[in-house]
């Protein structure tokens, strides 16, 4: 059984046991969270799909950690001008493990 959820602004396919990062979510370690925003669930050969989200669907998750991505480095160029900028960014994530799917 699977389900794709949209958080974040992306959509992740998930399933039970599952651990993945999403953009930073403002909850405790160790808490539950709940995704309700369920485009899909498929469950062997029964596909149920939403338009654009299925109405009484929830995905239970449990926040694991919170941390950082690793530096994405941004470097900008014009030629023969004498232009250079260099810049870094670090994105903010949440560490969820999925617990249930209804």
Known sequence: M???VKTGGKQYKV????????EQIPAELDSQIE????????DGEAVK???PFIEGAKV???VVAHGR???VRI???RRRKHYQK???HRQNFTQIEIVAIA
């Open 2 to 4: 699977y389900a794709v």
């Open 15 to 22: 399933a039970v046991g599952e651990k993945l990062k999403v």
């Open 35 to 42: 995704l309700n925003e369920v485009l899909m669930i498929a």
């Open 49 to 51: 799909v939403g338009t």
């Open 60 to 62: 239970t998750a449990k």
């Open 69 to 71: 991505h690793d530096k």
């Open 75 to 77: 470097f900008k160029m």
């Open 86 to 88: 260099r810049q870094g």
